[in-house]
């Protein structure tokens, strides 16, 4: 079974970093591109970054550039987020996405985690 | 970045009705559309991609159409299990977008 388990997330004071992650289990990790996508409390979805199979591509939204730091770690499967000057626009649901393609980075997600959440407080 | 437009925001229904949602693109994205759907406190799932391929495992009365910058997605027959919010996203580019997303209620 394919299965997408983030972690990670918590309260943070605004300016402040968090890393999130993702296990992924139930297919072959390094044959597929990864995101994430993120959801603030009673809005809309947000592609955030997505990163290329082999971790050698990686693309930012405009609202996280220079802030967040997408990576992977095809031999532990495992998906990361790495997130500094926190603000409280970042407040969110986070969720980690498979595409169906595999190694397309542009692609639809058939495969979403549960999500964690990240809450910033100034 | 390429915007997309979903119409309406919120969609109003009776479980046996056929609802249509639209979806416009700013600029052509081909055929690179999927839509989701989310229901509260849960994950988006794929109902729908290349702009009118469905998932598998997804039921047939979910359809989507059209192409460049405009998008249908039909539900036929609405059942219970529908009510939810539905989002359609573009994958045209590196920077993808959704939709602000379509919430279909019980009448």
């Known amino acids: 079974e394919v299965q997408l388990l983030e972690s990670g997330g918590d309260l943070v004071q605004s300016g402040g970093s968090l890393r999130l992650s993702c296990a992924a289990s139930?297919?072959?990790?390094?044959?597929?591109?990864m995101r994430w996508v993120r959801q603030a409390p009673g809005k809309g979805l947000e592609w955030v970054s997505a990163?290329?199979?082999?971790?050698?591509?990686?693309y930012y939204a405009d609202s996280v550039q220079g802030r967040f730091t997408i990576s992977r770690d095809n031999s532990k499967n495992t998906l990361y987020l790495e997130m500094h000057s926190l603000s409280d626009e970042d407040t969110a649901m986070y969720y980690c996405a498979k595409g169906r393609d595999g190694y397309n980075v542009r692609d639809a997600y058939n495969m979403w985690g549960h999500g964690t959440m990240v809450t910033v407080v100034s | 970045d390429i915007q997309m437009t979903q119409s309406p925001s919120t969609l109003s229904a009776s479980v046996g009705d056929r609802v249509s949602i639209t979806c416009r693109a700013s600029q052509t994205i081909v055929s690179y559309l999927a839509w989701y759907q989310q229901k509260p406190g849960k994950a988006p799932t794929l109902l729908i991609y290349k702009g009118s391929y469905l998932e598998s495992g997804v039921p047939s009365r979910f359809s989507g159409s059209g192409s460049e910058t405009e998008f249908t997605l039909t539900i036929s027959n609405l059942r219970p299990d529908d009510f939810a919010t539905y989002y359609c996203q573009q994958y045209h580019t590196y920077s993808l977008t959704f939709g602000g997303g379509t919430k279909v209620e019980i009448k």
């Open positions: 139930g297919f072959t990790f390094s044959d597929y591109a």
């Open positions: 990163v290329s199979s082999t971790g050698g591509s990686k």
